[in-house]
């Protein structure tokens, strides 16, 4: 394929975007037609995906362009409402390129399903029969959902905890290129009879856990420090000051989920726009951050003086899926996926955990630099000089005046818009 120029993408109309993904060739003709068309979710589609429709929200669909990962370049959709994200996360994927990209480790790929059983009179004695009718389990696990072991998935293993009152019986299960929960609930259902007996205990549950510790995925890159700064004593004391933002979102709680918040920025973006469920994601990531008893920053950021470059790294759990649920039903998913040259699950998740490291590296050079605000001000501008009813050609102008104001809110910008107008009458 043709090298890629986005110089200046972010300047050009929405038509004028979509015109340049078309001569890129990117989509094809459905996708192309969806997003020219601007193709929402139909009413009739959206009331077969949830109870009690009356309408769908609408939320902006963006590309962060050029995100080079494992040597390949990517054009990364992402949707959110906030103003700044897709911004930083282009401008660190800018950066982070000639550094040499993203490197991902998909070290498996196993949703973990479990089934609690209570009132078990001996938990050894439990447990010694539980795993000597393992092979027995995991095949009857298979037999519960056969389409999977057509594919090539299935149970792969099971493993017992003792946890206070309760003995859990958890069991991993490939999914191939789905996310899984109705697979894995209907296997672990499929157990409870079987590891009643054989435990003479009751069940409490048998569900997916959405903390998917055999779903890890990790995303790294190495920086030149010489991006932070062309001054080498300025760049060296601010590849340091980015360290120690990473250490204190290890030992402070309080500042980890400011940084991790800024992390999912990123992740939850992607994961939306790719019809995943970024409830579940969130909820396992948060879980892993606090694994070791405190919850800490997900990222990690160390400098290396000698070659004058700062490493970053992210392991999270990122159980992503490509087929299955409402990922093909929503017209601007398939949009997403085309995009993104329809990859499988595991090429996916690292796209995903890069672009989390990507908000992470943006977030932290601008807080350990310039400070956050002097980008988020002038973002708060816009969206004011929108709500006070500005049009496309009054809203540099009102944001300008609106960033020389002591006082920034929508009183000001509506009275400002109105000085506009009146200036330009006179």
Not at 15 to 33: A, C, N, P, Y
Not at 240 to 264: C, P
Request: hydrophobic share 40%; aromatic share 6%; glycine share 6%.
């Amino acid at each position: 394929m043709t090298k890629l120029k986005w110089t200046g993408f972010a300047k050009k109309s929405p038509q004028e975007r979509i015109e340049l993904i078309k001569t890129f060739g990117l989509l094809d003709s459905e996708s192309q037609d969806i997003l020219e068309n601007q193709v929402s979710l139909p009413l009739e589609i959206a009331n077969q995906m949830a109870e009690n429709i009356v309408t769908e929200l609408a939320l902006p669909f963006a590309i962060a362009p050029d995100f080079l990962v494992n040597g390949k370049s990517y054009q990364l959709p992402m949707v959110t409402e906030e103003p700044s994200v897709v911004a930083a996360a282009s401008f660190a994927a800018k950066l982070i390129k000639h550094s040499g990209g993203f490197k991902t480790t998909v070290h498996s790929r196993q949703m973990i399903g479990q089934v609690a059983l209570f009132d078990v009179t001996d938990f050894e004695k439990a447990s010694t029969h539980i795993m000597t009718q393992k092979s027995f389990l995991l095949e009857l696990a298979n037999q519960a959902h056969p389409s999977i072991v057509k594919r090539g998935g299935g149970a792969r293993d099971l493993w017992i905890e003792q946890k206070e009152d309760f003995l859990i019986v958890y069991v991993s299960v490939d999914t191939k290129e789905a996310m899984g929960a109705n697979m894995v609930n209907t296997m672990m259902e499929a157990l409870t009879p079987s590891l009643e007996k054989l435990s003479k205990g009751q069940t409490l549950m048998a569900i997916l856990s959405n903390y998917a510790t055999e779903s890890l995925v990790t995303a790294e890159c190495t920086i030149n420090i010489s991006i932070l700064s062309r001054n080498k004593e300025e760049a060296h004391h601010l590849a340091k000051k980015l360290v120690m933002a990473s250490q204190l979102a290890q030992v402070d709680s309080y500042r980890a989920s400011t940084h991790n918040k800024g992390i999912f920025n990123g992740i939850d973006a992607l994961v939306m726009a790719t019809g995943n469920d970024w409830r579940a994601i969130e909820a396992g990531a948060h879980t892993y951050a606090s694994r070791n008893g405190q919850y800490r920053g997900l990222s990690q950021w160390s400098y290396d003086e000698a070659t004058a470059t700062v490493h970053g790294q992210m392991t999270l759990p990122m159980p992503i899926a490509t087929r299955g649920g409402s990922i093909g039903l929503n017209p601007t998913v398939q949009v997403a996926h085309d995009l993104l040259g329809n990859p499988d699950a595991k090429e996916l998740a690292g796209l995903i955990v890069s672009l989390g490291l990507a908000q992470n590296f943006a977030a932290l050079k601008a807080l350990t630099s310039t400070g956050i605000q002097a980008g988020h001000m002038k973002l708060q501008a816009k969206s004011l000089a929108l709500l006070a009813g500005a049009r496309e050609a009054e809203v540099g102008p009102l944001v300008q005046k609106l960033l020389n104001e002591k006082h920034m809110n929508l009183t000001t910008a509506e009275s400002l818009l109105n000085s506009l107008r009146n200036a330009k009458r006179s």
